[in-house]
C-alpha cells in the first residue's frame, strides 16, 4: 500500500509542478482537487507521509527549469527520435533540434553548435500543441543548430531497419504495421483514418494495455501446465525481446517492468508483494529513470487502468465468467472517455466498445505475426493478405456507423468528470448503491443539459479565435452567431481543424452572418471551406450592406471611403455588447483611421481589435487617442516571420496604460457573460 501512495504522491506533485511552470491555473486547480483528495486518502491508510514526501519532491521537479539560452556547444545523447526532430539531453537538460529529414537514433552522441532558446512554436484553437506535448517530456528549450556532428552511432539502427521493413507492403498492411508493431501511427494513412472516425485508433496502437492483456492471458494458460515461475519467466523473456523495438514506448516499459517485478516476485521473493504493489513499483522505477513520463497520458492511462481493473476484481468475480467480461469493457470504455472525445473533437461511436473487442485479438494476432516477419524478413509478404483482410473488417464496421457529436472536453470536464468516477467508486466500496445511483443519474442529466444549446440563451460572447496569423472572431448574443473572417493557412483546412471544432465545443451549429473584412489569404482563406462544411446563411464583404441588425446586435461599418489597396477596403466594424462597445478594425491602415475620427469624432470604444495584427501600419496615436480602449486585441501567430505586432504599437498602448491581450501568448481569448448580468 506504501508503494501506491509513493506513486500517487510523484504523479500528482509533478502534474502540479508541471501546470505552474507553463502558467494553465485553470488545469492547477483541476490538479489541486484529485491531490486533495489522494491526500485524505492517504490518512485514511495511514500512508500520509509517503504520499507527502513524493509529492513535495515531484512538485519541486516539476516546476524547476535549468536552460542554458543563447549560442554555445551542446554535447549530450538522444533520447527521442521522430521523422523531423530528435530531443538531445545534454548537462541534465533537454532540448528539442528541428532537422529535416532526421536519421538520427536514441543513443547517438552529438555535438551540436547553435543557440538555444525558449520552444515557440506555433499552437491553434483545437488543434494539437506540441509545445504542451513537448513540454510534457521536459523539454521546454530547443536548439536551433548550425552544425551536428556525430561522436557516437548507436549501432543498432531502428528506423533504418523499420523503414526498410515497412517497404513493399501494401498501404493498409504498411499503416497497420507501422502503428501496431513499430508504435508510429501515422493519420494519413487510410487505415488510421478510418479507425479514428470511429474511435477505434486505441485498437489499432502498439498500445502497452493490449501487450500487456496477451502476456497476462499467455501466462494464466502457461500455468495450467507449468508451474507458475516457468511461466512468469516466458513472458518475461518475451517482453525483453519486445523491448529494444518499443523502448520509446511507455507502454512498452512499463509491460517489461511489470513483467521482470512479477517474475522476481514470484520466483524469489514467495509472491510477499500484490499484483498492486507491483504494477506500483514498475511507475516508481519509470518515473525515477524519467519523471516527465509520469506527464503524458500514456502513463497515466496505463497505471490508472491496470490498477483499477485489479481494484475491481474482488468486486465482479462472483458474476460468472461473461459478466466480468462485460464489465470490464464498459469500465475501460469509461476510463478511456475524456480522452476520446479529445483526440474525435466530440465524436462519439457508440458502437466503439464492441467493435474494439472483436478487433482485440485481431490486433494481438497480426502483431505477433509482424514480429516474426520482421525476424524472417524474406515471408513478409504475409502481411498484405492480412493487412487488406484487417482493412475490409475495419471498412465493414464504417458501414454500421452511429455516433453522436458531444462536446470536446475541457479541463474543467477532465476534473469533474474523473472526480465524479472516483466518488463512485468510493461509494460502491462503502456499499452506498442509492446515493451512488442518484449521484449517477444527477451528474449524467446535468451533462446531458450542458451538451444541448439552451445553455447559450443565457449567455452573450465574444472570442477571438487563435487562428495564428490571421483573424477571426465569433460573436454571439444569445443563439445570434456572428463571425467576422476565417483565417487561413496553406498547410491544413483552417474551417474543419479550427473553427468547427471550436464551434462545436461551444454548441454553436450555425453561423447566421459572416462578414469578411476584406480579401487577404489571413483573413477570407477558411471562408470556402466553411461554407461548404457548416452552416453559414449569410456572407457579407461590403461596408454598403451595413448597418445590419441580428437580434439585439446593430452592427455599423465605419470605413466608407474605398482606396487601391485590399488593405484600403477592409471592414472596421462596431457593436455594442455586454455592456461595452467593440471595435473590429481589420487591416484599416493608418489613413483610414484618421478618416474615420474625422468624420467620427465622438467614437469611442472598450475593447478594440488592433488593425492589421499590431503592424506600424495601422494604430495611429490619435486612433488611441480618440477611441481610448481599456483593453487593445491582438489577433496573430507566434514567432510570425512579420514581426508582429511592432514594438512602436505596443509602446504607443503601454504609455496610454491600456491593456494588451495577444492570441498568439494566451492562445483564444474569450470573454463571456451572463445576458442579464453583463461582462
Same mark, same amino acid.
Given at each position: 500500500?506504501?508503494?501506491?501512495?509513493?506513486?500517487?504522491?510523484?504523479?500528482?506533485?509533478?502534474?502540479?509542478?508541471?501546470?505552474?511552470?507553463?502558467?494553465?491555473?485553470?488545469?492547477?486547480?483541476?490538479?489541486?482537487?484529485?491531490?486533495?483528495?489522494?491526500?485524505?486518502?492517504?490518512?485514511?491508510?495511514?500512508?500520509?507521509?509517503?504520499?507527502?514526501?513524493?509529492?513535495?519532491?515531484?512538485?519541486?521537479?516539476?516546476?524547476?527549469?535549468?536552460?542554458?539560452?543563447?549560442?554555445?556547444?551542446?554535447?549530450?545523447?538522444?533520447?527521442?527520435?521522430?521523422?523531423?526532430?530528435?530531443?538531445?539531453?545534454?548537462?541534465?537538460?533537454?532540448?528539442?533540434?528541428?532537422?529535416?529529414?532526421?536519421?538520427?537514433?536514441?543513443?547517438?552522441?552529438?555535438?551540436?553548435?547553435?543557440?538555444?532558446?525558449?520552444?515557440?512554436?506555433?499552437?491553434?484553437?483545437?488543434?494539437?500543441?506540441?509545445?504542451?506535448?513537448?513540454?510534457?517530456?521536459?523539454?521546454?528549450?530547443?536548439?536551433?543548430?548550425?552544425?551536428?556532428?556525430?561522436?557516437?552511432?548507436?549501432?543498432?539502427?531502428?528506423?533504418?531497419?523499420?523503414?526498410?521493413?515497412?517497404?513493399?507492403?501494401?498501404?493498409?498492411?504498411?499503416?497497420?504495421?507501422?502503428?501496431?508493431?513499430?508504435?508510429?501511427?501515422?493519420?494519413?494513412?487510410?487505415?488510421?483514418?478510418?479507425?479514428?472516425?470511429?474511435?477505434?485508433?486505441?485498437?489499432?496502437?502498439?498500445?502497452?494495455?493490449?501487450?500487456?492483456?496477451?502476456?497476462?492471458?499467455?501466462?494464466?494458460?502457461?500455468?495450467?501446465?507449468?508451474?507458475? %515461475? =516457468?511461466?512468469? !519467466?516466458?513472458?518475461?523473456?518475451? /517482453?525483453?525481446?519486445? *523491448? &529494444? #523495438?518499443? $523502448?520509446?514506448?511507455?507502454? @512498452?516499459?512499463?509491460?517489461?517492468?511489470?513483467?521482470?517485478?512479477?517474475?522476481?516476485?514470484?520466483?524469489?521473493?514467495?509472491?510477499?508483494?500484490?499484483?498492486?504493489?507491483?504494477?506500483?513499483?514498475?511507475?516508481?522505477?519509470?518515473?525515477?529513470?524519467?519523471?516527465?513520463?509520469?506527464?503524458?497520458?500514456?502513463?497515466?492511462?496505463?497505471?490508472?487502468?491496470?490498477?483499477?481493473?485489479?481494484?475491481?476484481?474482488?468486486?465482479?468475480?462472483?458474476?460468472?465468467?461473461?459478466?466480468?467480461?462485460?464489465?470490464?469493457?464498459?469500465?475501460?470504455?469509461?476510463?478511456?472517455?475524456?480522452?476520446?472525445?479529445?483526440?474525435?473533437? %466530440? =465524436?462519439?461511436? !457508440?458502437?466503439?466498445?464492441?467493435? /474494439?473487442?472483436?478487433? *482485440? &485479438? #485481431?490486433? $494481438?494476432?497480426?502483431?505477433? @505475426?509482424?514480429?516474426?516477419?520482421?525476424?524472417?524478413?524474406?515471408?513478409?509478404?504475409?502481411?498484405?493478405?492480412?493487412?487488406?483482410?484487417?482493412?475490409?473488417?475495419?471498412?465493414?464496421?464504417?458501414?454500421?456507423?452511429?455516433?453522436?457529436?458531444?462536446?470536446?472536453?475541457?479541463?474543467?470536464?477532465?476534473?469533474?468528470?474523473?472526480?465524479?468516477?472516483?466518488?463512485?467508486?468510493?461509494?460502491?466500496?462503502?456499499?452506498?448503491?442509492?446515493?451512488?445511483?442518484?449521484?449517477?443519474?444527477?451528474?449524467?442529466?446535468?451533462?446531458?443539459?450542458?451538451?444541448?444549446?439552451?445553455?447559450?440563451?443565457?449567455?452573450?460572447?465574444?472570442?477571438?479565435?487563435?487562428?495564428?496569423?490571421?483573424?477571426?472572431?465569433?460573436?454571439?448574443?444569445?443563439?445570434?452567431?456572428?463571425?467576422?473572417?476565417?483565417?487561413?493557412?496553406?498547410?491544413?483546412?483552417?474551417?474543419?481543424?479550427?473553427?468547427?471544432?471550436?464551434?462545436?465545443?461551444?454548441?454553436?451549429?450555425?453561423?447566421?452572418?459572416?462578414?469578411?473584412?476584406?480579401?487577404?489569404?489571413?483573413?477570407?482563406?477558411?471562408?470556402?471551406?466553411?461554407?461548404?462544411?457548416?452552416?453559414?446563411?449569410?456572407?457579407?464583404?461590403?461596408?454598403?450592406?451595413?448597418?445590419?441588425?441580428?437580434?439585439?446586435?446593430?452592427?455599423?461599418?465605419?470605413?466608407?471611403?474605398?482606396?487601391?489597396?485590399?488593405?484600403?477596403?477592409?471592414?472596421?466594424?462596431?457593436?455594442?455588447?455586454?455592456?461595452?462597445?467593440?471595435?473590429?478594425?481589420?487591416?484599416?491602415?493608418?489613413?483610414?483611421?484618421?478618416?474615420?475620427?474625422?468624420?467620427?469624432?465622438?467614437?469611442?470604444?472598450?475593447?478594440?481589435?488592433?488593425?492589421?495584427?499590431?503592424?506600424?501600419?495601422?494604430?495611429?496615436?490619435?486612433?488611441?487617442?480618440?477611441?481610448?480602449?481599456?483593453?487593445?486585441?491582438?489577433?496573430?501567430?507566434?514567432?510570425?516571420?512579420?514581426?508582429?505586432?511592432?514594438?512602436?504599437?505596443?509602446?504607443?498602448?503601454?504609455?496610454?496604460?491600456?491593456?494588451?491581450?495577444?492570441?498568439?501568448?494566451?492562445?483564444?481569448?474569450?470573454?463571456?457573460?451572463?445576458?442579464?448580468?453583463?461582462?
Amino acid at each position: 500500500m506504501k508503494a501506491l501512495f509513493l506513486l500517487l504522491g510523484l504523479c500528482s506533485g509533478i502534474q502540479l509542478g508541471f501546470l505552474i511552470a507553463v502558467n494553465d491555473y485553470l488545469g492547477v486547480v483541476c490538479q489541486l482537487v484529485p491531490s486533495f483528495l489522494f491526500m485524505v486518502l492517504s490518512i485514511k491508510k495511514k500512508q500520509v507521509f509517503p504520499f507527502l514526501l513524493a509529492y513535495t519532491i515531484s512538485f519541486l521537479l516539476g516546476i524547476i527549469a535549468l536552460p542554458i539560452e543563447g549560442k554555445s556547444e551542446f554535447s549530450g545523447i538522444v533520447i527521442r527520435s521522430s521523422d523531423n526532430y530528435f530531443v538531445l539531453f545534454s548537462n541534465f537538460r533537454r532540448y528539442y533540434v528541428y532537422e529535416k529529414d532526421n536519421i538520427r537514433e536514441v543513443g547517438d552522441i552529438l555535438t551540436i553548435n547553435g543557440r538555444a532558446s525558449a520552444y515557440q512554436g506555433a499552437f491553434y484553437e483545437s488543434r494539437f500543441d506540441f509545445g504542451r506535448y513537448l513540454a510534457s517530456l521536459g523539454v521546454r528549450y530547443q536548439i536551433n543548430a548550425y552544425s551536428i556532428s556525430a561522436r557516437f552511432e548507436n549501432p543498432l539502427r531502428l528506423k533504418a531497419l523499420e523503414n526498410g521493413f515497412l517497404n513493399g507492403l501494401v498501404p493498409s498492411a504498411k499503416g497497420l504495421t507501422s502503428s501496431l508493431f513499430f508504435g508510429r501511427k501515422d493519420y494519413e494513412t487510410e487505415i488510421t483514418s478510418l479507425a479514428d472516425s470511429m474511435n477505434l485508433v486505441f485498437a489499432i496502437s502498439s498500445s502497452g494495455l493490449i501487450y500487456g492483456f496477451f502476456l497476462r492471458e499467455l501466462e494464466k494458460r502457461l500455468s495450467w501446465k507449468i508451474d507458475e %515461475g =516457468k511461466a512468469a !519467466l516466458t513472458t518475461l523473456l518475451i /517482453s525483453f525481446v519486445v *523491448l &529494444p #523495438l518499443g $523502448i520509446h514506448k511507455i507502454g @512498452i516499459r512499463r509491460v517489461f517492468l511489470t513483467r521482470l517485478l512479477r517474475f522476481i516476485n514470484v520466483r524469489f521473493l514467495n509472491k510477499r508483494f500484490s499484483r498492486i504493489e507491483i504494477i506500483s513499483f514498475a511507475g516508481i522505477i519509470m518515473f525515477a529513470l524519467n519523471p516527465f513520463d509520469a506527464l503524458q497520458s500514456g502513463f497515466q492511462l496505463g497505471f490508472g487502468i491496470s490498477m483499477a481493473f485489479l481494484l475491481s476484481e474482488r468486486r465482479i468475480k462472483d458474476f460468472g465468467v461473461f459478466l466480468p467480461y462485460l464489465i470490464r469493457i464498459v469500465f475501460l470504455r469509461l476510463l478511456i472517455l475524456p480522452f476520446t472525445l479529445s483526440s474525435s473533437s %466530440g =465524436k462519439l461511436h !457508440l458502437l466503439s466498445g464492441i467493435y /474494439s473487442q472483436i478487433l *482485440l &485479438p #485481431l490486433s $494481438i494476432l497480426y502483431t505477433l @505475426i509482424s514480429g516474426v516477419t520482421f525476424l524472417i524478413p524474406y515471408i513478409k509478404g504475409i502481411l498484405n493478405p492480412l493487412g487488406k483482410g484487417y482493412y475490409y473488417v475495419l471498412k465493414g464496421f464504417s458501414y454500421l456507423d452511429p455516433s453522436i457529436r458531444l462536446p470536446p472536453p475541457s479541463p474543467l470536464f477532465y476534473l469533474l468528470y474523473y472526480l465524479i468516477l472516483f466518488l463512485l467508486i468510493l461509494l460502491l466500496e462503502i456499499k452506498a448503491h442509492r446515493l451512488a445511483g442518484i449521484i449517477t443519474i444527477s451528474s449524467l442529466s446535468i451533462y446531458a443539459l450542458s451538451c444541448t444549446p439552451l445553455p447559450l440563451a443565457f449567455t452573450d460572447q465574444v472570442s477571438f479565435i487563435n487562428v495564428g496569423q490571421g483573424d477571426s472572431i465569433l460573436i454571439r448574443d444569445n443563439f445570434n452567431t456572428v463571425l467576422i473572417d476565417t483565417g487561413g493557412n496553406i498547410s491544413f483546412d483552417m474551417a474543419e481543424e479550427v473553427l468547427i471544432p471550436f464551434f462545436r465545443k461551444e454548441r454553436i451549429d450555425h453561423i447566421d452572418y459572416l462578414f469578411i473584412t476584406h480579401g487577404d489569404f489571413d483573413h477570407d482563406g477558411a471562408k470556402d471551406s466553411l461554407m461548404r462544411n457548416f452552416d453559414v446563411r449569410h456572407c457579407i464583404d461590403s461596408h454598403l450592406d451595413f448597418p445590419i441588425k441580428i437580434g439585439g446586435l446593430t452592427f455599423t461599418s465605419y470605413n466608407i471611403y474605398g482606396g487601391n489597396e485590399e488593405n484600403d477596403l477592409s471592414l472596421v466594424l462596431g457593436v455594442s455588447l455586454m455592456g461595452k462597445k467593440w471595435l473590429f478594425t481589420g487591416d484599416a491602415p493608418k489613413k483610414v483611421e484618421k478618416n474615420i475620427i474625422k468624420d467620427n469624432p465622438e467614437i469611442d470604444c472598450d475593447i478594440l481589435k488592433l488593425g492589421h495584427h499590431g503592424s506600424n501600419t495601422s494604430t495611429c496615436p490619435e486612433w488611441l487617442d480618440v477611441l481610448t480602449p481599456e483593453t487593445v486585441i491582438v489577433s496573430c501567430g507566434r514567432n510570425n516571420k512579420y514581426g508582429h505586432p511592432h514594438k512602436e504599437v505596443i509602446q504607443e498602448c503601454e504609455k496610454r496604460g491600456i491593456e494588451i491581450r495577444r492570441t498568439d501568448q494566451e492562445g483564444t481569448i474569450t470573454y463571456r457573460s451572463f445576458s442579464f448580468i453583463g461582462v
